[in-house]
């Protein structure tokens, strides 16, 4: 495959590569929904102003689009017959700012319909085809965009991460994938999953990239009530692999979840750490095995809301009856907590426990600077491998949704392989202490 990076080619010699790479080889990976038509005329805009010498911090750099994020003039699908034909009238605070630092959106990228999925596998167009572990899963929901990364149809990718659906694919898929603070990055333009726990992040081949995308789409926006009035310095300019002096914290509980080999591939990456100067200390987190259920409690009630709108009134086609099995599962399940009768023995209960494992986290990292481990507990399975029981599937997330739950960064980077197949190690911090995570994921990439 051709190297093609973000600012060594002409801009737009390089979209047409990765337009025309993208039309030859997405056929049989199916990453994108829809390319950009005016993707080469941007990149000619965009190449004047490189020349002029007023290009924006990401001049040059192509970004593929998860495909629940608003761009105005492509369609925001969702991976959905609900919305196949909604076209976007306007454009995420994310985009407008990608395209403010001149950005060129090369399209919509295919995920789990209405991200409800951790493979890849539940979108209306098809199943998505892992580059990097062929015949396996890519993970999800954002699989698109970590396989368009990886596929190397673009430089960086934007996902949406509800309990890991941008870490699941990026360790699967070997790419460098980052979940923000909740409120760290604007949420206008997002048609979430489950509001009080996604956020809008970046992938990328190399953390800087990673860095400098998330720079460009993160502080505070006033249309979008969540986000954080935070001042924070250029991530990109701050990075470093000095890790004298940190004490990165390892939980037990994570060996208890995770399949022996992906241990061993992580501890070797802790060694890597520990080469960078830092100390591995051991953690507990005794209550990581309730927060599987308390995640999924509070998305089934969350996302049985959100899907209220899409009565087929408006736009689209009502929900129910079109909707595949997994969203209709969580439609179900959603309308049946939130009965007034079932709501006290459930969601109040996971809201509960939400409180005591965010508590947990944050206490943990009060003595440790970042906390690793493994991403997922397992390898991805086949594609088309029958999984009959959503508890199997649902047990990919174990890892990854207590950073949503207590609403902390968290950033995937790839530590080595088994049998060919990428792994991934999680680091996770303070809550809006992003710039920590980064540079143990700097520090990993760079040993």
Known sequence: MVEVTALTDEVQEKVAKYLDRARREDGDINALIELNPGAEQAAKEVEKKIDSGKGGRLAGYVVAVKSNINVMGLRATCASKTLENYVSP?????????KKEDGIILGMTNMDEFACGSSGETSYFGETQNPRAKGRIPGGSSSGSAVAVAAGFCDVALGSDTGGSIRNPASHCGVVGFKPSYGR????????????????????????????????????????????????????????????GWKIGFAREFEEFTEPAIVRVIKRGLDRLSSNGAEVVEIAL??????????????????????????????????????????????????????????????????????????????????????????????????????????????????????????????????????????????????????????????????
């Open 185 to 244: 990055v604007s949420r206008y333009g997002l048609i979430d999953l489950a509001m009080s726990l996604e956020q809008i992040g970046p992938f990328a081949n190399n953390v800087r990239d990673a860095a400098l995308l998330l720079e460009v789409i993160a502080g505070h926006d006033p249309k979008e009530g969540t986000t954080i009035k935070d001042q924070f310095q250029g991530y990109t300019d701050n990075l470093s692999a000095d890790l004298d």
């Open 286 to 447: 005794p209550n990581l095995d309730k927060a599987l259920p308390t995640y999924y409690l509070t998305v089934f009630v969350e996302f049985f809301s959100a899907t209220r709108k899409y009565d087929g009134r408006r736009y689209g086609y009502k929900i129910e009856d079109v909707c595949g099995r997994e969203v209709l599962r969580r439609i179900m399940l959603g309308r049946y907590i939130s009965q007034k009768e079932y709501s006290g023995r459930y969601y109040k209960k996971a809201l509960q426990f939400r409180s005591l494992i965010k508590r947990e986290l944050l206490h943990a990292l009060e003595a440790v600077d970042v906390i690793a481990g493994p991403t997922v507990p397992k390898l991805p399975h086949m594609l088309g491998e029958k999984i009959e029981d959503p508890l199997v599937m649902y047990g990919y997330d174990v890892l990854t949704v207590p950073t949503n739950l207590a609403g902390i960064p968290a950033g995937v980077v790839n530590v080595g392989r088994i049998k060919g197949v990428p792994v991934g190690m999680q680091i996770q911090g303070r809550p809006l202490d992003e710039q920590k995570v980064l540079n143990a994921m700097h520090a990993l990439e760079k040993d």
């Open 90 to 98: 306007y454009d995420a605070t994310v985009i407008q700012r990608i």
